[in-house]
């Protein structure tokens, strides 16, 4: 069984850092594509980032050229470094990672970022 454990997440101000990191567990799995996806109060889970195996990446145009994904598949992880905070970034972030070009079938259980004004 593979388990997607999230860290880093915590409290900063605007403007400031945080890198969240995401282990897959259970076994070593040539993924496809890892991805962060993230849920404020109230609010959809959205996308944030993605980067495949060919090391490809795409953005939320809300998070474009502030956040930067990467991944180590040696170590079986996804990270996400998230540059120039802003209030609105503020919500639980997940990791996510397919076997398959199509649809995430593993889901982390989320770690919280806050950002305060």
């Known amino acids: 069984q593979v388990q997607l454990v999230e860290s880093g997440g915590g409290l900063v101000q605007a403007g400031g850092s945080l890198r969240l990191s995401c282990v897959a567990s259970?076994?070593?799995?040539?993924?496809?594509?890892m991805g962060w996806f993230r849920q404020a109060p109230g609010k959809e889970r959205e996308f944030a980032a993605r980067?495949?195996?060919?090391?490809?990446?795409y953005y939320a145009d809300s998070v474009k050229g502030r956040f930067t994904i990467s991944r180590d598949n040696a170590k079986n992880s996804v990270y996400l470094q998230m540059n120039s905070l802003k209030p609105e970034d503020t919500a639980v972030y997940y990791c996510a990672a397919s076997t398959n070009a199509s649809k995430y079938n593993y889901w982390g259980q989320g770690t919280q970022v806050t950002v305060s004004s």
């Open positions: 980067i495949d195996r060919s090391l490809t990446t």
């Open positions: 259970g076994r070593t799995v040539n993924w496809y594509m």
